[in-house]
């Protein structure tokens, strides 16, 4: 009896990280169409979301890698489960807060972490499997994005470039086309991707819980409800970390848009296929400041960029540390316990929508770069006024 | 003990998916700048509307359908079989 609800509260929260895994990330494919005027906002976050749900049904070989690959699966309990999934949408709000497009995946991966550390001891890490397929991979395939989206950029603006004005604005319209193409390109990768985690995770709390056997794949309905999660997440759409994307990193326009959205793309489907739960985000991070130096009079902001990598490195620290407090609470499976936390989890992050509201970010200004900065950054410039 | 980085998996991501990104990024601006090499003109010249350039269009039709292959193609790559 307990346990039911307590599977039922894990598949609940479960299914909100999928929706913050989903707002966060509509930047990764859309940013730089919006950037452009290539789409619209709202139709932007309209398409991202139905490809979304399309690549949730594609394919579920990162699924796999998510479940197994972190913790011994034997000592994995709810509990643990539960303390993850809370330590990585605190952390996917808070980025999302200040308009960092950092890694939910990641953010997923250091929950787990911290809370299976102390729900189950240091014994049922995988710390080399983590290394290898996880912080490896998340150094390196930015620099592998950015170096083709870079190459791609260069060889787009050679090519196409005219001395004509008038053909060079032609084609210059031709790439917004090409953008809404790639970038729904981007859009499948992602569903493909992210919406495994959850699945994964789902999965192996119905497993842990003993309702399908150990080597099961996710049932139709684990896959359906985490697809519909991550669209309508989408849908939502990140606005703050669009703007971050799109025009606060470097200046976009159609051709390094289609170039980025093309690089991350490759990058994404090319591995994916391997199963590594590569990060989305950082991919498509990599891409666009790639895009960024392809074309010389764009120009990286570098401030920014550093601004991103450290919260990439702070990721898996982070949501493992808020897991883990998470987890001392719950560890014992204390059903009570878990109610008071959900109930807490879910005002707190009632809140924080409510205050976010009093510096709104969204279709209607997200290209507008210079009003209603997110709150840090005003903070940061000082506020003049 | 698994070496930590596998370079050849690295590698070959690397590789293709420059090649994929060179390709189709590459193409895309041919046919862009052929297509505007017959569209920009009839902006001006009014009734030739590229007419005069068959190849211009034939060949931007090429760029883009090859676009489309690799598209579809990745597509297809991803999907499990």
């Known amino acids: ?41 709202r139709v932007a976050v309209a398409l991202s979301g139905v490809l979304n ?3 949730a049904f594609l394919s579920v070989s990162v699924a796999a ?60 890490i995988e710390g080399s499997t983590i290394l290898s397929k996880v912080v490896i991979p998340a150094v390196l395939s930015p620099f592998i994005a950015g170096i083709v989206a870079g190459v791609a950029t260069f060889i787009a603006y050679r090519v196409s470039r005219s001395k004509d004005e008038r053909r060079d604005e032609n084609s210059k319209r031709t790439f917004r086309y090409g953008q809404l193409l790639s970038a729904s390109l981007v859009s499948l990768a992602h569903g493909t991707n ?32 985490c697809g519909l999660a991550i669209a309508s997440g989408t849908y939502l759409g990140g606005w703050r970390v669009i703007r971050t994307l799109g025009h606060r990193l470097t200046d976009i326009e159609t051709p390094q848009g289609f170039a980025a959205e093309t690089a991350s ?4 489907l090319i591995s994916t296929h ?17 895009s960024g130096l392809g074309r010389r009079a764009a120009g990286v902001r570098w401030g920014v960029a ?17 897991a883990a407090l998470i987890g001392l609470v719950t560890h014992n499976g204390n059903t009570v316990g878990i109610v008071v936390v959900t109930i807490v989890a879910a005002a707190l992050l009632f809140a924080v929508w409510l205050k976010s509201r009093a510096d709104p970010v969204n279709a209607d200004n997200v290209n507008d770069v210079n009003a209603g900065k997110p709150a840090r950054d005003a903070a940061l410039s000082g506020a003049a006024a | 003990m698994a070496p930590l980085i596998d370079w050849t998996t690295t590698g070959q991501i690397f590789v293709e998916s420059l090649a994929a990104g060179v390709v189709i990024v590459g193409a895309f601006a041919v046919g862009a700048r ?12 009014g009734a030739q509307a590229g007419r005069g350039r068959p190849g211009a269009w034939a060949g931007a039709i090429l760029c883009f359908l090859l676009v489309a292959a690799a598209v579809g193609y990745g597509i297809y790559f991803t999907v499990d079989k």
Do not use: E, Y
Not at chain 1, 71 to 87: C, E, M, Q, R, Y
Not at chain 1, 274 to 290: E, H
């Open chain 1, 65 to 124: 890698t998510i479940a197994s690959g972190i913790l011994d699966a034997s000592k994995v309990t709810l509990p643990i489960i539960f303390a993850g999934l809370l330590g990585a949408i605190a952390w996917n709000v808070a980025t999302w807060w200040f308009g960092l497009p950092s890694s939910s995946s990641h953010a997923l991966i250091g929950g787990v972490i911290g809370a299976g550390i102390v729900g189950a001891g240091w014994s049922a």
């Open chain 1, 306 to 322: 550093g601004q991103l990598v450290s919260a990439w490195i702070l990721t898996i620290p982070a949501a493992a540390c808020v």
């Open chain 1, 1 to 41: 009896m307990h346990n039911t609800l307590l599977l039922v509260i894990v598949i609940v929260v479960a299914v909100s990280f999928d929706f913050t895994n989903g707002f966060h990330d509509t930047a990764n494919a859309m940013a730089t169409s919006i950037a452009t005027g290539a789409l619209k906002p």
């Open chain 1, 53 to 55: 749900l399309v690549g």
């Open chain 2, 34 to 45: 052929l297509l505007a090499l017959v569209t920009a003109r009839s902006g001006t010249g």
């Open chain 1, 194 to 225: 992210d919406a495994q985690k959850t699945m994964g995770i789902v999965t192996l709390a119905l497993i842990t819980d003993h309702h399908l056997p150990t080597d099961a794949k996710p049932p139709f309905w684990v896959i359906f409800m």
């Open chain 1, 274 to 290: 391997g199963g590594a739960p590569l990060s989305t985000t950082q991919i498509t991070t990599g891409s666009v400041l790639g």
């Open chain 1, 265 to 268: 793309a490759a990058v994404l």
